[in-house]
Structure formats: structure tokens, C-alpha cells
């Protein structure tokens, strides 16, 4: 499985790189929204795990204009599971409403975030294109 992580914490990026190594699968990292847009244009992945507070494009909008076609309409689909330190009451609808599939709290912990993907995955849509 390719995931692209989507996150502007060095250390963050770091951790949830190598648990999901650790797993087999690979990984690319973007440090914000508009370089997760080029990655998504670029090249292949199966997931997207977006942090939500981001420089440049936050996770919210990056995952807005993915959903719109911006990375292209192959991508716009992708299953997309966003990633915040701060969980709050609306978070989840604010989240859902902007087009992410799920969320997972951080600091990420290894059986969680493999519970959310499966999740999302048994849950991936059939791509629709225009």
C-alpha cells in the first residue's frame, strides 16, 4: 500500500513513517496541503493521511480542492483520513463535510491508525469521473 502523509511536523512525519514501514507500506511525505496536491498529481497512492493544521494549504482545504479534481479526477476519490492533535466537539462533521473519509487523533498509535484505514478501505468508493 502507498500512503501519502500529508504533514508539516518533522518528528510527526517521522513517527507515523516508520510505524507504518514498519508494516510494509510505503510512503511518501508532503509537508503541506499544495505539496500534497503535486503528489497526488505525480504519482500514485492508495491513502492520504492529512494533518489538519498545515502552512501554505491546510488539510481541510487541500482535501476540498482534491475532492474538486485540483489533483486530478483519477485522485479526487482517495480515501483521506485526517490527522489532528486538537479534537474537538464538530470536528468530525467538520472533517466529513470537507470530503475526509475519517479522522485519527495524534500522536498516532500503531493499532489505531491500522483499525482507521482498514476502515476507510473496506468503506473506498467506487471512482466517479465527470
Not at 511518501?28 to 491513502?47: K, T, Y
Not at 493544521?53 to 480515501?79: C, F, H, L, Y
Amino acid at each position: 500500500m502507498r500512503i501519502l502523509i500529508a504533514e508539516d511536523d518533522m518528528v510527526s512525519s517521522l513517527a507515523v513513517s516508520r510505524l507504518l514501514e514498519k508494516n510494509g507500506r510505503r510512503i511518501h511525505v508532503a509537508r503541506d496541503g499544495e505539496e500534497a496536491l503535486g503528489a497526488l498529481r505525480a504519482m500514485d497512492f492508495d491513502l492520504v493521511l492529512m494533518d489538519v493544521q498545515m502552512p501554505v494549504v491546510d488539510g481541510v482545504e487541500a482535501t476540498k480542492r482534491i475532492r474538486s479534481g485540483e489533483a486530478g479526477w483519477s485522485k479526487a476519490n482517495i480515501p483521506i483520513i485526517a490527522m489532528t492533535a486538537y479534537t474537538m466537539a464538530g470536528d468530525r462533521e467538520k472533517f466529513l463535510l470537507a470530503g475526509m473519509n475519517d479522522y485519527i487523533a495524534k500522536p498516532v498509535v500503531a493499532a489505531d491508525v491500522e483499525a482507521v484505514m482498514a476502515r476507510v478501505m473496506e468503506n473506498k468508493p467506487v471512482e466517479n469521473q465527470p
